[in-house]
């Protein structure tokens, strides 16, 4: 009997979790860590073959990073036709998940396309450093550059500035929240909204719900720790002293930002963290929803699609979109 | 009163604005405050619609029945809720109206009732539990605690699953139905397949952010929830005696409780407590699924059913009963 029993996953989400066990990955190391990358890029459809026969289009883009950091690739997805004189839409800038080590964009490119055509948004879908090579502050100046050029480029994209919303998975929600921070303390571009979907906010690994997901699940503690260490350094990887840009939940205040939605598995190790962020956002008189579906593991709408639960939780975030774009 | 300052509240979805103010002017016309309860009970009374015009012409029957009370106390009332087309082993709901423990008869929770008997062809009983102050707690857990019993011992009579009996209340509905729960673990009594908590009252001791968040505005604020837990606990109220059959919050443990399912306003006095409920189930390893709705005040689904969030908030819901009780809504 561990110290820390998890709360049990739903039966509806077994399958799948019982086919990633039985073709389980090598661990997740730094030395495995370029082959684990090795054709990230190439393991889910392109934007050419996902917007194939849908009322979507895709670009890609080069667009200038951060100053004095390399340029950024960015994928545009907008509705067949959208161009900078049609009426502007709202824009989504989505960021991947991969713990900040891992990933491409491509990963996502699923979920951004899902959305356009659902929403009749722009959607802009951004390649970011990652650690180790990269480590703090490479990954969030790069996103925050998106999301500012985003903003820049509204006319020509035939977005509404006033409507941009930062979105992401994982490691992307956490980037997310970073970018709502740092919007709010540069005094950046208008954001509408942070879509945070299982974030990655807390460096600390200190919670109930981290020690709950140690050695079961989806994304596990051990995990959680190596992506802390690449990103900050063995120095801080733990430490109440992380930059907030790096770990949102270091953040000593959480008023005046953007609305933000918060969506988690209670059956997952940043169940708490999220929770606490939404309930620190509150305290301070800011607007935030909180989703927390019952025994949903990391990623579970990823994983498994075909479920009462996937359904619940995508309507949840439709819903909170049209609120928060007005569509 | 505390001489602080009160802390920014969380503000209102624009969309539920009418709702809130409409709620306000039919159920909140008089303040909530010791002298006042009665009054409240009287008019909370003219705005419930009698049964029969609930149901109306809709496929349904309801019975009432007279059941027995916990042991030396009188016996209850309660009402039965069913498609009139009997089926067999149909899921069963113990509801269990809102009211701040103070205000309110069965029929303030039975339109619940109807509407999932008729979406999901369940088997409804709306309890009639006593209320403070005349009858302090544990008097109104008790009598919920006890149809529980009559429902479970009388589930082959109804038709009802034994397996798939739910406990549901909004308010302080909400917050007895998790004292049901906590009482049927603690006893060992019938064995619930959930308990649907929404905005649930659970904490006597009225002193989280967002308790105070909401002083003077909102609905069911801070005075209102200070009115209702006095007249339930009296001089017990925030000493370590506290059962937490009557304030849930108190209990030390909530592990081994049936699935909770959790919804509440973040604009609204319950929000803390109903996240820190959930919270404390999860550290145990028990199940939960929690919902806090973007500005919302306290039974917005409820007043303002049209608003985009009050949907969503259905549909969540929804699902959550689903899963949990395997049903599928009638087309």
Redesign the interface.
């Known amino acids: 009997m561990t110290a820390y029993p998890p709360v049990p996953f739903a039966d509806e989400l077994l399958p799948a979790l019982e086919a990633m066990n039985a073709a389980p990955q090598p661990p997740l190391t730094e030395e495995s860590l370029p082959h684990t990358r090795e054709g990230a890029d190439r393991m889910f459809p392109s934007a050419a073959e996902l917007v194939a026969g849908r009322a979507v289009e895709a670009e890609e883009r080069v667009i200038p990073g951060p100053a004095g950091s390399p340029e950024l690739e960015i994928t545009i997805f907008r509705p067949t036709g959208h161009a900078a004189a049609s009426t502007p839409l709202p824009a989504l800038v989505n960021y991947h998940g991969g713990g900040m080590i891992v990933g491409h964009r491509s990963w996502e490119h699923g979920r951004v396309v899902d959305l356009v055509e659902s929403l009749g948004v722009v959607g802009v879908n951004v390649e970011y450093r990652l650690a180790p090579e990269h480590p703090y502050p490479a990954g969030v100046e790069d996103n925050y550059a998106a999301f500012v050029w985003t903003a820049e480029h509204a006319a020509e994209l035939g977005v509404d500035p006033e409507r941009i919303v930062v979105m992401g998975g994982s490691a992307g929600g956490g980037f997310a929240a970073a970018v709502a921070l740092m919007a709010r303390d540069r005094k950046g571009p208008a954001l509408a909204g942070q879509l945070l979907i299982c974030p990655m906010l807390d460096n600390t690994n200190s919670t109930v719900g981290s020690y709950q997901y140690d050695g079961i699940g989806t994304w596990q503690r051990e995990l959680n720790l190596l992506a802390w260490r690449m990103v900050l350094g063995a120095e801080l990887a733990g430490s109440t002293a992380a930059p907030a840009y790096a770990a949102p939940s270091r953040a000593a205040d959480l008023s005046g930002l953007a609305p933000a939605f918060i969506e988690v598995g209670a059956a997952e190790m940043f169940r708490d963290e999220d929770v606490d962020y939404a309930s620190r956002i509150w305290a301070t008189g800011g607007q935030a929803e909180l989703h927390v579906w019952g025994g949903a593991f990391h990623g579970f709408d990823m994983y498994a699609p075909d479920t009462e639960l996937t359904r619940a939780a995508l309507a949840s975030r439709d819903s909170w979109l049209r609120r928060v774009l007005g569509l | 009163m505390t001489t602080d300052a009160a802390?920014?509240?969380?503000?209102y979805?624009p969309?539920l604005e009418p709702g809130l103010a409409a709620f306000l002017e039919l159920v909140e016309r008089i303040p909530l405050r010791g002298d006042t309860i009665l009054a409240n009970r009287a008019h909370f009374a003219t705005i419930i619609p009698p049964i029969e015009a609930q149901i109306g012409e809709l496929p349904l029957e309801f019975e009432h029945r007279r059941v027995p009370g916990p042991a030396g106390s009188p016996e209850i009332e309660v009402t039965i809720i069913r498609p009139r087309e009997r089926a067999e082993a149909a899921p069963g709901v113990l509801g269990i109206h809102g009211g701040g423990l103070v205000l309110g008869t069965r029929f303030f929770g039975t339109p619940e009732l109807i509407e999932l008997a008729l979406r999901y062809g369940t088997v409804g009983v709306a309890v009639e539990y006593r209320l403070a102050p005349e009858h302090p707690g544990p008097a109104a857990v008790e009598d919920c605690y006890a149809a529980l019993e009559w429902f479970a011992a009388h589930a082959a009579e109804l038709g009802v699953d034994p397996e798939r009996i739910i406990v549901s209340g909004a308010s302080a509905g909400g917050g007895l139905s998790a004292g049901v729960s906590l009482l049927a673990r603690e006893r060992g009594g019938p064995r619930l397949a959930g308990q649907l908590l929404n905005c649930p009252m659970l904490d006597d001791r009225n002193e989280t952010?967002?308790s105070r968040?909401y002083d003077g505005i909102g609905a069911w604020d801070r005075n209102n929830n200070d009115t209702a837990w006095t007249a339930v606990l009296g001089d017990r109220r925030f000493g370590d005696d506290v059962s937490p059959a009557v304030a849930p919050a108190r209990a030390a443990e909530l592990?081994g409780l049936p699935?909770a399912?959790l919804e509440v306003g973040?604009a609204e006095v319950f929000?803390?407590e109903t996240?820190a409920y959930?919270?404390r189930i999860?550290?145990?390893?028990?199940?939960?699924?929690?919902?806090?709705?973007?500005?919302a005040y306290h039974g917005f689904s409820g007043f303002s059913p049209e608003a985009?969030?009050s949907?969503?908030a259905n549909?969540?819901r929804d699902?959550?009963l689903?899963?949990t009780l395997g049903v599928e809504p009638s087309p």
């Open positions: 802390p920014t509240p969380v503000p979805d969309a952010v967002s968040q592990g699935p399912h973040a929000r803390d996240v959930a919270s999860w550290a145990a390893g028990g199940q939960a699924e929690l919902h806090v709705w973007a500005g985009i969030v949907r969503a549909e969540a699902s959550w689903r899963r």
